[in-house]
C-alpha cells in the first residue's frame, strides 16, 4: 500500500504518470498488449508502474493524473488498486498514441478542470512510468527545487549529470544559474560515441531524462503559442470528454487528428522559460537490455542472471529465463531472454536494433509482437496451452464475483470443462450452474455468457474449434466493463 500525504497546502503537486510507451527495445518481455511499464523489470513484486507511484508517495499530493493506452486501461486500472491507489488516481485515456505533447495536454486540461490546488494554480509534475531512480531521498529534494521555478512561470526539466559518454540518450546544455537550476542553452540530439565524448569532457552537458515540472497554465500558454494545431486539438478533445467507470474519455476522432509530438520538440527546443534542475539519483529510462543491464546488481562474473539459469565461462551478460532452465557456456557481452513463447539471443551492443525483429513479426502477421500466451483481462486472465490452424486449448481464469460478456462467436464453438470453483453459465435461453468436473458445449453461433459467483476463482480449461479463432470473432451484447 502507498502511503500520501493527503494535507493540502501551498505546495501542493499533481503528479502526472505518463503510461503510453511502446517499449519495443524490451521484446520479448514487452509487447503491444503488455508493455514494459506494466511489467515486472526492476522488482519481483511491482510492476515499473507501481514503482513510479511508489517512488512519489513521499511527495505531498493527494490527486494523481495518469494517462494510458484505451487497451491499456484495465491492466493500468488494476495494478494501480493493488496499490490501494484507485480512489487518488484519474485515469485518461488515449484513443492513439500521439506522443508526450498531447498527452500532457490532456492532463493539464484535467488538472485546471477538475483537479485544482491550494492556490488555484495546478503545478504538474510530469513523469514516465517506466524510469528507474535509485535515490528516492535526492529525487525528492530536486522536485521541492523545482516547484520553487514553476511557481514562478518556470518550464522546468530534470537532466541527469552524466557518467559516461551515453548515445541513446539525449542531452541538455546547461548555462547560467537561475535561482534552483540553471538556463536551458540547447537541448542535443542522441550523439554518436565521439560527440557525446565530447560534452562528457566539456562539462555542463546533461542526459535528457524527459521529466519536468510547471503550471498547468504555464504549459498550454506555451503549448499554444509554439505548437497550436496540438493546443486546439487537444483543447476539443478535452471537451468532448465522457466518463466511463473509472476512466476519462476525449473525444476520439478530435485527439487522433491531433499532431504527433514530443515536449522538447513542440515547446521545450522554442521556449524562453525553460530551466533545468541537475539531478544525479540514480536515473534510467531502462530503454533496452542494455541499459537495464548496466543499472542492475552484477555477480562476480559481471552478469545479470534471473530466473532458473545456469552458467559457465559466461560473463558481461544479462541472461533472463521466465519460464524454464536457460544455460549458457563460453559466452560474452550478451543478452539472453527466454520467454513463454520467444527467445531472444544478442550481443548487449545490438540492443537497440532488437526493434528490427519487432519490424518483422508485423510485416509477417505473427502475434509474438502483441501478446504473451498470459493474457490479462478485467475479469480474470487466460494463458493459451496450444494453437493449431482449426482448434485452441485455452486456461481460463475468473476471479470471484467477475463475469465474461455476453456474446456469440461466428467461426468457433467452445467446450468449457470447470477444474475447480462453480460456473454461472448462460447458454441461449438456458442458465444452470457447473460445478468441478462438469461440462458444456457452445455451438457456433449461440449467445452465451460466463460468471464466477464463488468465492474462490474459477478454474476452467476451453477447447475452441471452428475456422477462424481470432479474439477478434466476438460479438458482445453486454459487458459490465464497458467493452464495445
Same mark, same amino acid.
Not at 514487452?30 to 508517495?57: C, E, G, H, V
Not at 484507485?86 to 484513443?95: Q, V
Not at 493546443?231 to 476519462?248: N, P
Given at each position: 500500500?502507498?502511503?500520501?500525504?493527503?494535507?493540502?497546502? $501551498?505546495?501542493?503537486?499533481?503528479?502526472?504518470?505518463?503510461?503510453?510507451?511502446?517499449?519495443?527495445?524490451?521484446?520479448?518481455?514487452?509487447?503491444?498488449?503488455?508493455?514494459?511499464?506494466? %511489467?515486472?523489470?526492476?522488482?519481483?513484486?511491482?510492476?515499473?508502474?507501481?514503482?513510479?507511484?511508489?517512488?512519489?508517495?513521499?511527495?505531498?499530493?493527494?490527486?494523481?493524473?495518469?494517462?494510458?493506452? +484505451?487497451?491499456?486501461?484495465?491492466?493500468?486500472?488494476?495494478?494501480?488498486?493493488?496499490?490501494?491507489?484507485?480512489?487518488?488516481?484519474? /485515469?485518461?485515456?488515449?484513443?492513439?498514441?500521439?506522443?508526450?505533447?498531447?498527452?500532457?495536454?490532456?492532463?493539464?486540461?484535467?488538472?485546471?478542470?477538475?483537479?485544482?490546488?491550494?492556490?488555484?494554480?495546478?503545478?504538474?509534475?510530469?513523469?514516465?512510468?517506466?524510469?528507474?531512480?535509485?535515490?528516492?531521498?535526492?529525487?525528492?529534494?530536486?522536485?521541492?527545487?523545482?516547484?520553487?521555478?514553476?511557481?514562478?512561470?518556470?518550464?522546468?526539466?530534470?537532466?541527469?549529470?552524466?557518467?559516461?559518454?551515453?548515445?541513446?540518450?539525449?542531452?541538455?546544455?546547461?548555462?547560467?544559474?537561475?535561482?534552483?537550476?540553471?538556463?536551458?542553452?540547447?537541448?542535443?540530439?542522441?550523439?554518436?560515441?565521439?560527440?557525446?565524448?565530447?560534452?562528457?569532457?566539456?562539462?555542463?552537458? %546533461?542526459?535528457?531524462?524527459?521529466?519536468?515540472?510547471?503550471?498547468?497554465?504555464?504549459?498550454?500558454?506555451?503549448?499554444?503559442?509554439?505548437?497550436?494545431?496540438?493546443?486546439?486539438?487537444?483543447?476539443?478533445?478535452?471537451?468532448?470528454?465522457?466518463?466511463?467507470?473509472?476512466?476519462?474519455?476525449?473525444?476520439?476522432? +478530435?485527439?487522433?487528428?491531433?499532431?504527433?509530438?514530443?515536449?522538447?520538440?513542440?515547446?521545450?527546443?522554442?521556449?524562453?522559460?525553460?530551466?533545468?534542475?541537475?539531478?544525479?539519483?540514480?536515473?534510467?529510462?531502462?530503454?533496452?537490455?542494455?541499459?537495464?543491464?548496466?543499472?542492475?546488481?552484477?555477480?562476480?562474473?559481471?552478469?545479470?542472471?534471473?530466473?532458473?539459469?545456469?552458467?559457465?565461462?559466461?560473463?558481461?551478460?544479462?541472461?533472463?529465463?521466465?519460464?524454464? %532452465?536457460?544455460?549458457?557456456?563460453?559466452?560474452?557481452?550478451?543478452?539472453?531472454?527466454?520467454?513463454?513463447?520467444?527467445?531472444?539471443?544478442?550481443?548487449?551492443?545490438?540492443?537497440?536494433?532488437?526493434?528490427?525483429?519487432?519490424?518483422?513479426?508485423?510485416?509477417?502477421?505473427?502475434?509474438?509482437?502483441?501478446?504473451?500466451?498470459?493474457?490479462?483481462?478485467?475479469?480474470?486472465?487466460?494463458?493459451? $496451452?496450444?494453437?493449431?490452424?482449426?482448434?485452441?486449448?485455452?486456461?481460463?481464469?475468473?476471479?470471484?464475483?467477475?463475469? %465474461?460478456?455476453?456474446?456469440?462467436?461466428?467461426?468457433?464453438?467452445?467446450?468449457?470443462? &470447470?477444474?475447480?470453483?462453480?460456473?454461472?453459465?448462460?447458454?441461449?435461453?438456458?442458465?444452470?450452474?457447473?460445478?468441478?468436473?462438469?461440462?458444456?458445449? /457452445?455451438?457456433?453461433?449461440? /449467445?452465451?455468457?460466463?460468471?464466477?459467483?464463488?468465492?474462490?476463482?474459477?478454474?476452467? /480449461?476451453?477447447?475452441?474449434?471452428?475456422?477462424?479463432?481470432?479474439?477478434?470473432?466476438? &460479438?458482445?451484447?453486454?459487458?459490465?466493463?464497458?467493452?464495445?
Amino acid at each position: 500500500m502507498i502511503r500520501r500525504d493527503p494535507n493540502s497546502g $501551498i505546495d501542493m503537486i499533481i503528479p502526472v504518470i505518463m503510461a503510453g510507451g511502446a517499449g519495443t527495445r524490451l521484446w520479448p518481455l514487452s509487447r503491444k498488449q503488455k508493455p514494459k511499464q506494466f %511489467l515486472n523489470l526492476l522488482s519481483p513484486d511491482y510492476s515499473m508502474l507501481q514503482t513510479t507511484y511508489q517512488r512519489i508517495s513521499g511527495l505531498k499530493w493527494n490527486k494523481s493524473i495518469l494517462v494510458c493506452n +484505451e487497451e491499456h486501461r484495465f491492466l493500468a486500472a488494476e495494478q494501480i488498486r493493488k496499490l490501494e491507489m484507485a480512489s487518488g488516481t484519474d /485515469i485518461i485515456l488515449e484513443p492513439e498514441g500521439k506522443n508526450t505533447a498531447p498527452t500532457v495536454a490532456l492532463a493539464a486540461h484535467h488538472a485546471q478542470s477538475n483537479v485544482g490546488s491550494a492556490d488555484g494554480e495546478p503545478i504538474l509534475l510530469v513523469l514516465s512510468a517506466d524510469h528507474e531512480i535509485n535515490d528516492i531521498c535526492g529525487f525528492e529534494k530536486a522536485v521541492s527545487k523545482a516547484i520553487t521555478l514553476a511557481k514562478k512561470g518556470k518550464l522546468v526539466t530534470f537532466g541527469t549529470i552524466p557518467s559516461r559518454p551515453e548515445t541513446g540518450y539525449g542531452y541538455i546544455k546547461s548555462g547560467a544559474a537561475e535561482d534552483e537550476g540553471f538556463e536551458v542553452v540547447a537541448f542535443e540530439e542522441k550523439p554518436d560515441l565521439k560527440r557525446a565524448t565530447e560534452f562528457l569532457n566539456t562539462g555542463g552537458y %546533461l542526459w535528457n531524462t524527459g521529466m519536468f515540472m510547471f503550471k498547468a497554465s504555464t504549459y498550454l500558454s506555451e503549448l499554444q503559442k509554439y505548437a497550436g494545431d496540438i493546443h486546439k486539438a487537444c483543447e476539443q478533445a478535452y471537451q468532448k470528454k465522457a466518463h466511463d467507470l473509472d476512466f476519462v474519455r476525449v473525444g476520439a476522432s +478530435e485527439f487522433i487528428n491531433c499532431p504527433s509530438n514530443s515536449i522538447d520538440y513542440a515547446i521545450m527546443e522554442h521556449t524562453k522559460l525553460s530551466s533545468v534542475i541537475p539531478i544525479d539519483v540514480g536515473w534510467s529510462d531502462v530503454g533496452s537490455w542494455k541499459t537495464l543491464w548496466d543499472s542492475s546488481d552484477k555477480d562476480s562474473d559481471n552478469n545479470v542472471i534471473l530466473g532458473d539459469v545456469l552458467t559457465t565461462d559466461t560473463q558481461n551478460s544479462y541472461i533472463r529465463a521466465e519460464n524454464r %532452465l536457460v544455460t549458457t557456456i563460453g559466452v560474452n557481452d550478451l543478452i539472453v531472454i527466454e520467454s513463454q513463447d520467444s527467445v531472444l539471443v544478442a550481443p548487449k551492443s545490438a540492443s537497440e536494433r532488437i526493434k528490427d525483429i519487432v519490424t518483422q513479426l508485423q510485416t509477417n502477421n505473427r502475434h509474438e509482437h502483441i501478446s504473451h500466451p498470459l493474457v490479462h483481462r478485467p475479469w480474470g486472465h487466460y494463458y493459451s $496451452i496450444f494453437k493449431q490452424d482449426r482448434y485452441q486449448v485455452k486456461h481460463i481464469t475468473v476471479k470471484p464475483g467477475a463475469k %465474461l460478456s455476453t456474446q456469440m462467436h461466428h467461426h468457433r464453438s467452445e467446450h468449457w470443462i &470447470i477444474v475447480s470453483g462453480a460456473a454461472q453459465v448462460t447458454k441461449g435461453e438456458q442458465s444452470f450452474l457447473l460445478a468441478e468436473n462438469e461440462s458444456t458445449y /457452445i455451438p457456433i453461433g449461440t /449467445i452465451h455468457a460466463l460468471e464466477n459467483p464463488g468465492l474462490i476463482p474459477l478454474e476452467l /480449461i476451453e477447447v475452441q474449434a471452428g475456422p477462424y479463432l481470432g479474439e477478434d470473432d466476438i &460479438i458482445r451484447f453486454d459487458d459490465r466493463y464497458g467493452r464495445s
